[in-house]
């Protein structure tokens, strides 16, 4: 059974692996783009760095959600942090 099972899912993974590391990849380099976008504009604003940090958030998830996209809050303020990150060193 165990060995069946086995074999069904390496099969699938080898077909549809590639797949969704492509449709992985366009999504992900989207929410990048538009967190980017955000952390500039909240960025040059009169706010606290938690203010920014919340704001931020806020919007993106606006933006996500016109587009149709659901992403945790975990992997958008780790996302949100490394888009930071990146900003702040040019």
């Known amino acids: ?16 692996g590639p797949i969704i ?24 604003e009169n706010l606290t760095n938690e203010q920014k940090r919340e704001a931020a958030l806020a919007r993106v998830k606006i933006l996500l959600k016109k587009e149709g996209k659901e992403i945790g809050d975990s992997v958008l303020n780790l996302i ?10 040019g």
Not at 21 to 44: N, P, Q
Request: proline residues 0%.
């Open 1 to 16: 059974m165990w060995q069946m099972m086995s074999l069904i899912f390496s099969k699938f993974w080898k077909f549809a």
């Open 21 to 44: 590391i492509m449709l992985w990849k366009d999504i992900a380099d989207d929410v990048f783009d538009i967190v980017e976008g955000v952390v500039r504009e909240v960025s040059i």
């Open 80 to 89: 949100l942090e490394l888009v930071v990150q990146r900003v702040k060193r």
